[in-house]
């Protein structure tokens, strides 16, 4: 029995399928199967079954999923003790948008200044909570995550706005991976905007959403401040829409204040500061060429 086999059965517990946990471990759906099938085995017991869209917990794994949940959590703690003279560790996951834009000038900006060894990651919000709990990240920025042991503080306001091209088409919806979150202020909007799933298109990611937008294939949301530059250029124009500007918040969330790690303390503080929301504001802009460091982007699997 590994932490790689608990971990698996833990995601894919809490998040309730393979395709989930995978996603959010970072590794491949067959990694997570074969790691549960080899825990089954292990403990002679199914833990996971296959309810409609989803897979439950046998009695058997409603007994283990707490025990798992600590080991999980133990074992990064583990890591991080035997490893006291090296830079302290942090891994932050962001929303899909910010992760695009803002986490390379950010993370760059933050280890300029702290002796801290950081990566970066994407996470969906229903992710969160598992991700911090399990100590697999340290901080979450994106939107507003509630959950037992989890503090969620304010680090921007920033408004969502509709954009396309001039003389582009109105009935399609164009979104990032964000907007496919349901919990993320894009998933927010378009509820509120009663937009039908059969009119909203899927990117890979935000820029090819704006890109297509600007080339007149649809209208799509857009956080303003980072959108800003195209609207200045006329690339895109601002649609009017019964909801927007839309309000919003980039929230970092953490560990309560008892449980989180010191580098994640300290990358707190630094999102209070000025600069760090002048990068948030103002990605752009970037650093420094002598004194950028590219942040580590990594796999959560362990």
């Known amino acids: 029995m590994t ?4 971990g698996a059965f833990v995601f894919v517990a809490r998040l309730g399928s393979v395709k989930a946990a995978a996603r959010a471990l970072g590794v491949s759906e067959p990694a997570v199967s074969q790691s549960l099938a080899q825990l089954r085995k292990h403990l002679g017991d199914p833990l996971l079954i296959r309810s409609g869209d989803r897979m439950v917990l046998t009695e058997g794994g409603r007994r283990l999923l707490g025990i798992a949940a600590q080991i999980v959590a133990l074992g ?26 803002v986490a390379g000038p950010l993370i760059c900006l933050f280890t300029q200044r702290k002796s801290v060894d950081a990566s970066t990651g994407v996470a969906g919000t229903a992710e969160v909570p598992l991700l911090l709990s399990s100590r ?5 920025l994106g939107a ?32 990032g991976p964000s907007g496919a979150d349901p919990a993320s202020d894009t998933g927010r909007l378009l509820r509120v905007l009663r937009v ?42 601002a649609i009017d829409t019964p909801a927007t500007p ?3 918040y980039w929230y970092a969330t953490t560990l309560e204040p008892a449980n989180r790690s010191l580098a994640a303390g300290t990358f707190l503080d630094f999102l209070t500061t000025p600069a760090a929301t002048q990068v948030m504001r103002a990605p752009e802009d970037g650093v420094p060429r002598n004194r950028f460091r590219p942040p580590i982007h990594v796999s959560i699997w362990s």
């Open 3 to 6: 932490l790689s086999q608990l």
């Open 76 to 101: 990064a703690e583990a890591v991080a003790a035997v490893q006291p003279g090296r830079p302290a560790g942090l891994h932050v996951v962001m929303d899909a948008g910010l992760a695009e834009y």
């Open 136 to 140: 697999l990240a340290d901080v979450a």
């Open 144 to 175: 507003q995550v509630s959950g037992a042991g989890l503090v969620s503080r304010p680090v921007l306001r920033c408004r969502l706005i509709v954009v396309g091209a001039p003389r582009g088409r109105r009935d399609h919806w164009l979104v």
């Open 196 to 237: 039908p799933e059969s009119q909203v298109r899927v990117f890979a990611n935000q820029t090819a959403a704006w890109k297509a937008a600007a080339e007149g294939a649809g209208v799509a949301p857009a956080t303003a401040h980072l959108v800003s530059s195209q609207v200045r250029r006329g690339e895109l124009v």
């Open 246 to 248: 839309f309000a919003a």
